[in-house]
């Protein structure tokens, strides 16, 4: 026998060195859930961050409890941080994962990962109520110019992103998100299209050089 012989998986395959938070596709996907290895350290965070995050289930509603919930992970570089988060990330999204003509589930990646029974029920009943997920690099979103505000506008353009609304101007998302409270903003987007013959989600990045014809179409709109 060779010693090639003597491992499970290919040694010649391409592994990712750096997990990276925009990395979505299928095989990249597949390959972090596979090949994501929980140590003893590791299933400490794991029961730690689910026996916090299951208290947010069992007090729903309790404003002292889930109000209060916040996990910070922290470590050195190439720590796997990232990997961690990216993890749970699957989980919560609970979305099935498809390659090679194969499809799982992400908890049923960890089935075999984790020995530990008490821990892996606390992570099915955490992942069984519908979780949104937002993953996103800070440094890929960040506008560096707004200095100290840099974060904070980071989470708004994110969120405005996540709803359907305007990444880049929140003072367009604003007025989304008020036509849409309205039941109004499909509305403007016909009236915007009857008087450019454009749809409003691709040309409302252009407002600027727009600015009349969204004013027609916002009064026409709210009458």
Not at 145 to 171: C, M, T, W
Request: proline fraction near 2%; charge should be negative.
């Amino acid at each position: 026998m060779k010693v090639y012989d003597l491992f499970s998986k290919d040694i010649t395959r391409s592994i990712n060195g750096v997990i990276k938070v925009d990395q979505q596709d299928d095989r990249s996907v597949w390959q972090e859930l596979e090949e994501f290895v929980i140590t003893k350290e590791l299933s400490r965070h794991f029961d730690r961050f689910f026996n916090i995050y299951s208290e947010s289930i069992d007090f729903e509603g309790d404003p002292d409890i889930t109000g209060k919930i916040g996990v910070w992970v922290s470590g050195f570089f190439g720590s796997g941080k990232s990997h961690f988060i990216k993890a749970l990330s699957y989980l919560f999204n609970d979305e099935e994962v498809s390659f090679a003509n194969q499809s799982k589930k992400p908890i049923d990646f960890f089935e075999s990962k984790i020995e530990d029974t008490l821990q892996l029920g606390n992570i099915k009943k955490s992942i069984s109520k519908n979780s949104n997920v937002i993953l996103f690099n800070i440094d890929s979103k960040a506008d560096q110019s707004k200095g100290r505000d840099a974060i904070l506008g980071v989470f708004l353009k994110v969120l405005n992103e996540l709803q359907g609304y305007s990444p880049d101007h929140p003072h367009i998302a604003h007025m989304e998100r008020y036509l849409e409270k309205n039941g109004k903003l499909k509305d403007f987007h016909n009236h915007y299209k009857s008087l450019i013959d454009g749809d409003w989600l691709e040309e409302r990045e252009n407002y600027m050089f727009n600015q009349d014809k969204v004013a027609k179409a916002l009064s026409k709109t709210l009458g």
